[in-house]
């Protein structure tokens, strides 16, 4: 049976959305205490699901800022997930506001990358935007981010990711203190994260996505707006900075970008690029696509495709 198990820091000073979700959830659905308990807080389980199980976790702390106690507890209890979802709050300097993110986790400079299923990305990108959608959320946008790791920040070394062993996934509202705390955008994260798996069933295109912008709008739209059969679904995007600073211009990097498909569940069937990546870079992933037998698209001709299929 498919697990799923949700995250939440409770303490509203260390995270100012966690809380908010919870509160919706407990609205949107009945939850029912397990014998397990973390923090001192009882692990959640959700009611009346017929084919999957949804596990809700407490803590006192964000679960990335002390991957050393958390990762060998979730491993203990929920080794057997399918993901484990840290519903949370995104910031920064040039993010933007009123947004919905699902970000997987990796750290690039160290070629650590957790393991992913696209179809639960895919998912719950399509979940979150149908219930923004449907709540009539209309100046929020909803994205899939670039593949990182926030431990990095909390002074740990980016291989440490991989203590845990289910697919870590960080869900999001962001990026200021107004949309951390609107109501509306709590009940539509909630609303999605029930809906995980209503996708799991549906062939996929898997694809690795290169370069662009942390939040890749051309990206996003692949997913969202897919119209091919199967359709595209997209787990680990590696950002153009983050590929500078890592030197994945380098020959010696393809074992790196190796380590991240194989952290793909089922492998990939496609590459897209950013169209802007340098090529140097883009010859790198020419040598893994070529390593793997699968194509490289651009992000133009991807883009072009979908508005062609919109007409």
């Not at 057997?80 to 970000?103: T, Y």
């Not at 899939?144 to 920040?153: D, F, I, N, Y």
């Amino acid at each position: 049976m498919r697990h799923a198990v949700f995250v939440f820091c409770v303490d509203h000073e260390r995270d100012p959305v966690a809380g908010h979700v919870l509160d919706a959830l407990k609205t949107e659905c009945t939850l029912v205490r397990t014998g397990l308990e973390l923090d001192g807080h009882s692990v959640l389980a959700v009611t009346g699901l017929h084919d999957a199980r949804i596990s809700i976790v407490l803590t006192n702390e964000v679960v990335s800022n002390d991957y050393s106690r958390y990762a060998p507890i979730l491993n203990e209890r929920f080794g057997d997930a399918n993901v484990v979802g840290i519903v949370n709050w995104h910031e920064g300097a040039n993010a933007p506001n009123a947004i919905f993110s699902v970000q997987t986790t990796g750290d690039l400079a160290t070629g650590t990358f957790s393991a992913v299923d696209p179809r639960i990305t895919r998912g719950l990108l399509l979940a979150i935007e149908a219930e923004r959608v449907t709540s009539g959320l209309d100046d929020y946008r909803t994205y899939l981010e670039a593949t990182h790791w926030s431990g990095v920040k909390a002074g740990d070394a980016g291989t440490r990711l991989a203590d845990l062993r289910p697919s870590a996934i960080d869900i999001e509202i962001g990026s200021s203190p107004a949309d951390w705390t609107n109501s509306l955008a709590a009940r539509v994260l909630a609303r999605g994260l029930l809906r995980t798996f209503d996708r799991m069933d549906e062939s996929v295109n898997s694809v690795l996505c290169i370069g662009g912008v942390h939040f890749e709008p051309s990206f996003t739209s692949a997913i969202l707006q897919s119209r091919d059969e199967p359709p595209i679904a997209a787990s680990h995007v590696l950002p153009n900075h983050w590929l500078v600073s890592g030197g994945y211009d380098q020959e010696s990097r393809v074992v790196d970008l190796r380590a991240c498909v194989r952290s793909i569940v089922g492998g990939i069937q496609g590459i897209v690029y950013h169209d802007k990546l340098k090529a140097p870079f883009k010859g790198v992933a020419r040598l893994l696509a070529e390593e793997l037998g699968v194509p490289m698209l651009s992000h133009k001709k991807l883009r072009a495709a979908l508005s062609k299929d919109i007409e």
